[in-house]
């Protein structure tokens, strides 16, 4: 799996297909209500030390004023998805979503599967720049000052 770099990039170019691993950029919608149904294909075999990892290295990021390779203008309740795929992700791909709120990214616990097609429009998608760690030898937890929902702190995770 991919040991996500504190380095990674939000880049907001275009391509002509499909990229590995890219983000979308959410926007809540008041007057949308579309009802989608169906099954989840879900990630299995996902390895925790190494999901919370990146989520708490992608979240620090966001927290950046350049993470973007241009100035974004967020608004309450717009939805960040990453998603990583590729060679060496078990289950295909992995997801992580994160949520605009009070000025800040939070991570995103309560989206319910459907709800980005029910009420969200796409408004911006893009891809990374310096992405991978050089070194993925392993992952371990210290206290860091990563703001949480509750004003507390995240675990912030480095690798060796």
């Not at 950029?25 to 209500?33: N, V």
């Amino acid at each position: 799996m991919c040991v996500v770099s504190d380095k990674v990039k939000f880049c907001t170019c275009a391509h002509a297909k499909r990229p590995i691993n890219y983000w979308v950029l959410h926007r809540f919608t008041k007057k949308k209500y579309e009802l989608i149904m169906g099954d989840i294909d879900f990630p299995f075999d996902q390895d925790p030390a190494q999901f919370q990892h990146n989520q708490a290295v992608f979240l620090q990021r966001l927290q950046e004023e350049d993470a973007f390779d241009t100035p974004m203008h967020f608004k309450a309740k717009d939805i960040l998805e990453i998603i990583l795929s590729g060679k060496g992700i078990s289950g295909g791909f992995h997801c992580y979503t994160y949520r605009f709120k009070k000025g800040m990214w939070i991570i995103d616990e309560q989206l319910r599967p459907f709800d980005l097609e029910n009420y969200y429009d796409e408004v911006q998608r893009g891809t990374f720049r310096h992405i991978r760690a050089r070194k993925s030898k392993g992952v371990e937890a210290e206290p860091s000052s990563l703001p949480t929902k509750r004003g507390g702190q995240a675990n912030d995770v480095k690798t060796d």
